[in-house]
């Protein structure tokens, strides 16, 4: 007498679904063939206490059920994702897959089983082969053997807390990350840090977004005032009709390094005294910039803004020469404007800024101006990159296979536009912990111009070539005779996961 609680339940389950089985797919009721995986699948989360009502908690497939019924049983497991563990999250996402129709027709969207996961993990592993070549005047040497090759590790965290609030962080290996440098300290892999991380609500207190924690420099412009990482602070975005948009932020791109003091006990040791309360300690070198942008058309837009910095600069911020002061002026500010545009199958986009340095001290024939300017074109025939600049957005997305694209871009920087921490590049593509070219220390004093193509040669998979060529914008700043600076070319392959 003792009947299988597949019959006992299947009138139950379709009973329950009241109207809704009115709007089932045009032959809901064809049987699920006996040996097909979705039973034992279902036997597996009923064990585990996914699916309940049945009794022992078991699953036995004596008599074929139909596609609806299996449906109607997944529906409930869908329900409960939140309570399951990988293995069965990964159960019940193959059957909403398989039984997808069926579900819809029932009002359960699959996507209820990603709305009850909210937690993703990803990866990225870069490899890279990178060559200079110094000009002889200032001293640098040129790369050799295992130092021509890099390696970079990232895992990335993201996901939601609520339906207006998400979050991300991300860990990554810190320094050059030099091949052979195993047993090195600070440029040996071993070291990891958490380079971002943030919370971002929507609609909140009536801002459209309001971002808080760390995260890159990307407020203001297309990009020659920016910071890929480590950037603490907040940034709010709001809306004004569908074309004009105001972004706003208050960020801390460097440390205080001059807040420092000798270690107690320990004469010409100095230790970083940030957050100690002590004098200097607070000095936060802030960057605050509000921005405008525009969309005119749909295929072209322009962005106005403005900054304020409290970071001071001299010869170990800029590329000039030693026998300048460590420090030459104690703030600026400054207004960028830049526009985007579409024409055909390209984007052409750039920035021009304006930069006003507070107590410059430089002076004579060799004084750095005190109102230095900037700009940066860029033109690339990437159908999915956004218009920033190259190196904050790749040209192609890496699931699409045997995708290709390029960009060409050049930028005039004079000495001081750019607050030290916050220029959009790094100088050199070479990266070393302890500093590799004299002349290499921001992003300004400086014209370069620099190539890149990149292709998906397999899902995931991301192949980059480079090719930059430095110059002095100033090379009587830097006691040089020649403006020549350094001539770099990169390899690189990415592995996304």
Excluded at 128 to 153: C, I, M, Y
Aim: glycine share 10%.
């Amino acid at each position: 007498m003792k009947k299988t609680l597949v019959t006992l339940l299947a009138p139950v389950f379709i009973l329950s679904s009241g109207a809704t089985a009115l709007a089932a797919p045009a032959n809901p009721f064809v049987d699920v063939p006996a040996k097909h995986w979705a039973y034992d699948a279902v036997a597996i989360l009923a064990k585990t206490g996914i699916v309940d009502g049945y009794g022992d908690g078991t699953f036995r497939g004596d008599r074929n059920m139909t596609r609806y019924e299996m449906a109607e049983i997944i529906d409930k497991a869908i329900a409960k994702a939140d309570q399951a563990d990988a293995v069965s999250k990964a159960l019940i996402d193959k059957l909403a897959v398989e039984f997808e129709a069926e579900l819809n027709s029932l009002g359960v969207r699959v996507a209820k089983v990603e709305a009850k996961q909210n937690v993703w993990i990803g990866g990225e592993t870069r490899l890279r082969w990178v060559t200079n070549s110094p000009a002889s005047e200032t001293g640098n040497a040129k790369l050799h053997g295992s130092d021509n090759f890099e390696f970079r590790q990232r895992l990335k965290f993201w996901g939601t807390v609520n339906d207006n609030v998400s979050w991300y962080g991300r860990l990554t290996t810190v320094g050059g990350n030099k091949f052979g440098a195993y047993e090195g300290i600070s440029n040996s892999g071993s070291a990891v840090g958490i380079d971002l991380f943030a919370i971002t609500a929507k609609n909140f207190l009536g801002i459209d977004s309001l971002r808080v924690g760390r995260f890159p420099l990307d407020s203001v412009g297309h990009g020659i005032l920016g910071k890929a990482i480590g950037v603490d602070g907040f940034r709010l975005d709001q809306q004004f009709g569908p074309n004009v948009t105001f972004t706003g932020a208050v960020n801390n791109v460097k440390w205080n390094a001059n807040a420092i003091t000798n270690a107690a006990g320990n004469p010409g040791v100095s230790v970083p005294i940030d957050g100690t309360g002590l004098p200097g300690s607070g000095d936060a070198r802030t960057l605050t910039n509000g921005q405008l942008a525009f969309k005119l058309t749909d295929n072209f837009g322009m962005k106005a803004g403005y900054y304020w910095a409290d970071i001071p600069g001299g010869r170990t911020t800029m590329n000039v020469a030693a026998s300048y002061p460590v420090t030459m002026f104690d703030r600026s500010q400054g207004w960028i404007v830049g526009f985007n545009a579409k024409v055909g199958d390209y984007k052409l986009f750039g920035d021009y800024m304006s930069t006003t340095l507070d107590n410059n001290v430089a002076s004579g024939p060799f004084a750095i101006s005190s109102n230095p300017k900037g700009w940066f074109l860029q033109l690339t025939n990437s159908k999915v990159s956004p218009y920033v600049i190259y190196g904050a957005a790749n040209l192609v997305n890496p699931v699409q296979v045997g995708t290709d694209a390029w960009m060409v871009s050049y930028r005039s920087l004079d000495a001081g536009v750019s607050p030290s921490g916050a220029g959009g590049w790094d100088t050199g593509t070479v990266a070393y912990a302890t500093q590799l070219n004299a002349f290499t220390k921001a992003s300004d004093n400086v014209k370069c111009l620099s190539l890149a193509y990149q292709k998906v040669i397999a899902k995931n998979v991301l192949m980059s070539l480079e090719y930059a060529d430095f110059k002095l914008k100033n090379k009587t700043l830097a006691g040089l005779n020649s403006d020549s600076l350094d001539k770099n070319t990169q390899v690189k392959f990415e592995f996304f996961y």
